[in-house]
């Protein structure tokens, strides 16, 4: 192994680390310690997260918004943590360069072929650890939108919506799963 990937594959990853890093469009994301690099997201999901800021947004209450790909530092005792969700739905005011879990009321993952397992896994566990109250993951190999909320320190299940669900009692209100396809 090149001293350069060497370099890469390490776990002792912080963030600091990162401004070292190309600003070439890839996500770098530190999963418990760890280096995580996914590409730039396809134009398909580039699309659902603007019909999902489109429905939810207007919905929103005063104090809270949407924001897209920015991201969130989770503290821990031991490795760092450092992910950018596809959107969150925050309170507050953002220090100068991410977002602490106590702002973030919803992270909201669309999944991509590079990141099922880290978005039904690593990051769902990651975000329920940290607190938040509601992770929406958007399944397009499923096509289905699954909202896990915050119960006694687990994530448990309260709604889903694909093409055969009825969208009423969702943040999606009225609008099917169809509709996050528009022009995807």
Same mark, same amino acid.
């Given at each position: 192994?090149?001293?350069?990937?060497?370099?890469?594959?390490?776990?002792?990853?912080?963030? /600091?680390?990162?401004?070292?890093?190309?600003?070439?469009?890839?996500?770098?994301?530190?999963? =418990?310690?760890?280096?995580?690099?996914?590409?730039?997201?396809?134009?398909?999901?580039?699309?659902?997260?603007?019909?999902?800021?489109?429905?939810?947004?207007?919905? +929103?209450?005063?104090?809270?918004?949407?924001?897209?790909?920015?991201?969130?530092?989770?503290?821990?005792?031991?490795?760092?943590?450092?992910?950018?969700?596809?959107?969150?739905?925050?309170?507050?005011?953002?220090?100068?360069?991410?977002?602490?879990?106590?702002?973030?009321?919803?992270?909201?993952?669309?999944?991509?072929?590079?990141?099922?397992? =880290?978005?039904?896994?690593?990051?769902? /566990? +990651?975000?329920?650890?940290?607190?938040?109250?509601?992770?929406?993951?958007?399944?397009?190999?499923?096509?289905?939108?699954?909202?896990?909320? +915050? /119960?006694?320190?687990?994530?448990?299940?309260?709604?889903?919506?694909?093409?055969?669900?009825?969208?009423?009692?969702?943040?999606?209100?009225?609008?099917?799963?169809?509709? +996050?396809?528009?022009?995807?």
């Amino acid at each position: 192994m090149s001293a350069q990937l060497a370099w890469l594959h390490r776990d002792d990853w912080t963030f /600091e680390d990162l401004a070292g890093l190309p600003d070439d469009g890839y996500r770098y994301e530190i999963l =418990d310690g760890r280096l995580h690099v996914t590409p730039p997201p396809e134009t398909r999901h580039q699309d659902v997260i603007e019909n999902l800021r489109d429905i939810i947004r207007p919905r +929103l209450p005063d104090g809270m918004r949407f924001k897209v790909g920015q991201g969130l530092r989770v503290p821990v005792l031991g490795p760092e943590r450092y992910v950018i969700p596809d959107a969150v739905i925050v309170t507050g005011s953002r220090p100068d360069l991410y977002w602490a879990p106590e702002n973030v009321v919803t992270a909201i993952e669309v999944t991509s072929p590079g990141s099922q397992l =880290d978005d039904r896994g690593n990051k769902k /566990e +990651l975000y329920c650890e940290a607190g938040i109250e509601q992770y929406l993951l958007v399944d397009l190999a499923q096509e289905r939108v699954t909202s896990y909320g +915050l /119960e006694r320190g687990e994530y448990v299940v309260s709604w889903v919506l694909d093409r055969d669900t009825d969208p009423v009692g969702t943040w999606l209100g009225g609008h099917r799963f169809e509709t +996050l396809l528009r022009d995807a």
